[in-house]
């Protein structure tokens, strides 16, 4: 009989709707007294045995479920970095996700963020649908099934849950996804399945442990037959004293501590190495024991002899003098994930893993972002300088985002030598959603500029209110000083009065007695004006305006949501003292 390995589960969702909680309920559900302390310890992954499983869960041998499954690898998620950290080669490291979801809240931003990446992964999901207790009235009977517990809730508490519940039915419809309530569910491979839980009063992670049981069983025991060669991931890399160990899943396959492996960096090169320690996690607790030998899928400490940086996220296999066929697979790897995100105009992306960045890149697709260039590390020199030829393509593009990365010091002395006024912009985070948002908003307000400034250059709207105690010459040319009451004040423009008569054209323009090229809104200035006298034409005159031809005018009608709201004033204007001389 084939072997099978323990599936791999990973439980996420947005920050304090319980996931935490949820997680040390399937842990502390049967962990010895003893070690309790350590369960609150920050724990990457734990091992579940089937033993355990079965006495946390009753209701599988009272539901007649014969176990094949070995237990249960489960993963912590600690942000979205190490989430998105967990990738292979064509998929999702995890073969099934717990996504938790306060009952009362429902989805926010980041649960979306997280269903977009389980949706790209192609990952199967159930939901807990956590904080049952904190409806209002919720009386929590463990003695009975968790589907009698909710029929037999007060009428009031009853319609609460069924508003908050059918709420989330119609956002994850949304999302493209059909759910239920579990025990309503004839067909798991049609619609995602709805545990009710409450990680304060341990109702329903019975049930929650007999779903992932289930499901396991029937839909994953195919994808779990346990191969020869061993492959994995490296998770995060820890400093401990003066020691790097790496935290990685071996979720193929048999790794001995005599094995050589190779780990892909950035670019899809092989790093080799020889593995000093072998550790792996215990089950149950967040103790590491050493090992000789261990068998996937499972959670692993790993000292190596290489000096080598090792990169968060990116894969490993045995290595056996077969160097070439590795590099090919690893480059495969890395380059798959960009090729088919990447445009021929668009932004920079960066992030600090291959998982990290393909999330980013699916996510800048969705917003109809394009990238140009993507690459996995810190921002660096020759980044800049691909968002400094973007400027001359197109200034929307003139941007770096950088996901749980940051520029390293090469970056930040080039961008400073551009000048505070430069138009690069770089924009990094830690919570991609936030990250995009931000990135969209930062590039709509610049599409809104480099549209008005096509349309200013086109014409200028101004109006202008004369300063009659500033009158410093009376001809040849007119010098006088103007306040800008709406839009921008430049040279060469020609000024026209209230009764729609020419009054000449603007030459010089000076600020505090400096000379400037334009004016705006708000601005005091001192104005010369050629071919006009101040006496004849302007003593008992208010306000000037710019003269504007009808095909401007009609440019600025039809994008009136590019200018101020008193451009727009100004605009009405002008244009009720043009029909007064042409009411067409």
Aim: charged fraction near 30%.
């Amino acid at each position: 009989m084939t072997k099978i390995r323990q599936p791999i589960v990973t439980v996420c969702g947005h920050v304090d709707h319980g996931k935490t909680s949820i997680l040390d309920c399937l842990r502390g559900s049967c962990i010895q007294k003893q070690e309790a302390g350590g369960i609150t310890q920050k724990i990457s992954f734990t091992l579940y045995p089937t033993t355990q499983l079965k006495q946390a869960c009753p209701l599988i041998e009272s539901s007649g479920i014969k176990l094949n499954i070995p237990g249960f690898l489960l993963i912590d998620t600690p942000g979205h970095a190490a989430f998105t950290n967990l990738r292979k080669r064509g998929g999702s490291l995890a073969d099934l996700a717990v996504l938790v979801i306060d009952i009362t809240e429902g989805i926010k931003p980041q649960t979306a963020e997280v269903i977009q990446i389980l949706k790209l992964n192609k990952t199967p999901f159930i939901i807990a649908l956590n904080k049952i207790d904190k409806i209002s009235g919720w009386r929590t009977d463990k003695e009975i099934s968790l589907k009698q517990s909710i029929e037999s809730q007060a009428q009031h508490v009853q319609q609460r849950f069924q508003e908050l519940y059918m709420t989330l039915i119609g956002s994850l419809n949304s999302h493209g996804f059909d759910a239920d309530l579990f025990y309503n569910i004839k067909d798991f491979t049609q619609k995602i399945a709805l545990i009710p839980t409450s990680a304060e009063t341990k109702q329903g992670i019975p049930e929650l442990i007999m779903m992932l049981c289930g499901l396991s069983q029937k839909y994953l025991e195919n994808k779990l037959k346990l191969g020869k060669e061993a492959k994995g991931v490296v998770l995060e890399v820890k400093k401990e004293k003066s020691m790097n160990y790496a935290e990685a899943i071996l979720y193929d396959g048999t790794l001995s501590k005599k094995d050589e492996i190779a780990i892909s960096d950035f670019q899809g090169n092989p790093i080799i190495s020889k593995i000093r320690i072998l550790e792996e996690i215990q089950p149950l607790c967040a103790r590491f024991a050493p090992k000789e030998k261990v068998e996937a899928s499972t959670g692993l400490r790993l000292q190596l002899i290489t000096k080598e940086e090792i990169p968060a996220g990116m894969p490993f296999v045995i290595y056996k003098n077969n160097l070439e066929e590795i590099k090919k697979e690893f480059k495969k790897q890395v380059s798959e994930t960009l090729s088919s995100f990447l445009s021929k105009q668009g932004i920079i992306a960066k992030a600090d893993s291959l998982g990290s960045l393909e999330a980013l890149l699916v996510l800048l697709k969705q917003s109809n972002i394009p990238v140009l260039k993507a690459g996995i590390g810190k921002i660096n020199k020759t980044d800049i300088i691909s968002a400094k030829a973007n400027l001359d393509i197109n200034e929307l593009d003139a941007l770096i985002v950088g996901f749980n990365v940051e520029p390293n010091q090469e970056a930040k002395e080039l961008l400073a030598s551009y000048g505070e006024k430069s138009k690069i912009k770089i924009l990094t985070g830690e919570v991609i959603y936030k990250l995009i948002e931000d990135l969209a908003e930062i590039r709509e307000k610049r599409k809104r500029e480099i549209e008005k400034q096509r349309i200013m250059a086109l014409s200028t709207i101004a109006k202008i209110e004369i300063l009659h105690e500033y009158v410093f010459r009376n001809t040849n040319p007119t010098i006088f000083g103007v306040r800008i009451i709406a839009g921008k004040l430049k040279q060469n423009l020609m000024l026209i009065n209230k009764q729609g008569e020419k009054v000449g054209k603007t030459k010089a323009i000076q600020l505090d007695k400096k000379p400037v090229e334009e004016a705006t809104e708000g601005q005091e200035v001192a104005l010369s004006v050629s071919g006009t006298n101040y006496e004849r034409q302007l003593k008992d005159k208010k306000y000037l305006y710019t003269d504007l031809g009808e095909s401007a005018f009609k440019e600025f009608k039809e994008n009136k949501d590019l200018l101020t709201e008193t451009e727009k004033k100004a605009l009405a204007e002008i244009a009720d003292i043009k029909r007064k001389l042409n009411p067409d």
